[in-house]
């Protein structure tokens, strides 16, 4: 069988609502649709990526028996509507794990080492987040290669935004060196708003040319496709914001082609 050089990225913002879970979704089914093999990990006790995909998250093995009950991760992988995208499901009790985590040994590297036994099966492996700082947060970017950055075009968008900085900068001093910003995602962009060119203009400022041309429009339909269990591609592929997900992996693919 092919063997990949795998690439872990994390979709991260501490913040709730910026749209972390939608664009994981979407980036790994894009990526996928080319016909590579993608492995979405699904990290929030939330588990709104799993639910959105159409897993049925009471029925699955999830992210949870791997960190806690040593599972192996293969065996915790579900299908997908999509060919070449595979899941690990999380559930709510997922919750639990970043206290259960705290007496583990090696308590920041239990994602790494259990993705160790997955690498060069799929070429990427994207992760979606809790919003929080905490132990899975951390394990996630002990993991990555690589961290997406979705901002959502709002007032107060870079609030909160250093905390964030701080831990990929604590992670890359004590845990995981390379680590890098894989890029930063301008979500629910309204162009009725003047607002929005403003928040737009504060970001690129800040983070210069680490923000995606791409930007991602607010899209009623990427609110709806979740409720269906599908990712944009599958429920509505002519939509805007479908059109924006596109762009922004040929973006993705091209700075790693
Ligand atoms: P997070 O994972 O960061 O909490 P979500 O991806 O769940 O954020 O997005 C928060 C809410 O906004 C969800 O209801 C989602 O369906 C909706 N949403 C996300 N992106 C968009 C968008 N571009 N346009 C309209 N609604 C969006
Ligand atoms: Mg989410």
Excluded at 40 to 50: E, G, Y
Aim: hydrophobic share 40%; net charge neutral.
């Amino acid at each position: 069988m092919k063997s990949f050089n795998t690439k872990i990225i994390a979709v991260s913002n501490q913040k709730g609502g910026v749209g972390k879970t939608t664009s994981a979704i979407n980036i790994a089914s894009f990526l996928a649709i080319t016909e590579t093999p993608v492995l979405l990990i699904d990290m929030d006790p939330q588990a709104n990526a799993s639910s959105g995909l159409g897993i049925d998250i009471n029925k699955n093995k999830s992210i949870y028996d791997i960190l806690i009950n040593n599972i192996s991760l293969k065996k915790c992988i579900s299908k997908t509507e999509i060919d070449f995208l595979d899941i690990v499901p999380s559930n709510s009790k997922l919750a639990g794990a970043e206290i259960e985590l705290v007496s583990m040994f090696t308590r920041e590297s239990v994602l790494k080492e259990a993705i160790s036994q997955v690498l060069g099966k799929y070429k990427y492996i994207i992760i979606d987040t809790p919003p929080s700082l905490g132990l899975l947060t951390i394990n996630v970017l002990t993991a990555s290669n690589s961290i997406i950055i979705p901002i959502q075009c709002e007032y107060y968008a870079l609030e909160g935004l250093s905390q964030l900085l701080n831990t990929i900068r604590l992670i890359q001093k004590n845990l995981n060196p390379d680590l890098k910003i894989e890029g930063i995602l301008i979500t629910m962009f309204d162009t009725r708003l003047n607002l929005s060119q403003q928040i737009v203009n504060e970001v690129k400022e800040y983070f210069d040319d680490k923000v995606y041309n791409t930007m991602i429009n607010r899209n009623v339909k990427l609110g709806e496709a979740p409720s269906h269990g599908k990712p944009i591609i599958l429920y509505d592929p002519s939509s805007t914001g479908s059109q924006n997900y596109m762009n922004l992996v040929s973006e993705i693919l091209n700075q790693n082609g």
